[in-house]
């Protein structure tokens, strides 16, 4: 496995080279945004892309986000953005961009070291203990929790770890509301320090790739309950 650390704090990003390598990983270090995009499409046109990437958001040359868009443009690799502490609105803005998943600046490296495990987990397909045939149905989507996808029919539907873990939630009890911070803690633990406003990103997201209407919250597969949350209809 090997992993991309985009970070201009060489500080830091010797600390997370050093866990990341201690654990078995192959590692390699970007200090500006050019510098990470370049290296990333060195390493697909020699057919060995990189597995995950760990991206700051406030780079030099070019910005955490604007490097986030241009990765989504042809590659799904999981991507874990670093964030200054308390900067909602940055988390909001590299989700929207494409990330996967973030961890909040000072951060424990133990923690980002989980996150990564558990984001190559997902590549991977063995994640968790869920019944390994089953597949849930919710209107004309199949969840695929063996393959870990979204489908409708043949065509399996590009979504992030993440978001897929929102979604698996939901469908896991149709017609329950869930609130944000339930989504969070049932998605992704009760360690996970998330931002409520990150579920509506996440939703936000899912409705795109599923075809929801996004002018109306009440037709699509997600439902939107005003003053508490979220649900999946069952019909
Ligand atoms: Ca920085």
Redesign the pocket.
Known sequence: MRILIV???KSISDVVLAYLKKDGYEADTASNGLQALELFNECRKKNAPYDLIIL?L??PRLSGEEVCKQIRLNSNVPIIMLTAKGSESDVIAGLDAGADDYVVKPFSPRVLLARVRAHLRGISGNEGSEDSSSIIRIGDLDIDLTAREIRRGEKAISVTRNEFLVFLTLASKPDKTFTRDELISKAFGDDYDGFDRTIDTYVKNLRRKLGDDSNTNNTGYIRTVHGFGYRIASE
């Open positions: 970070e201009d704090e700051d406030m780079l």
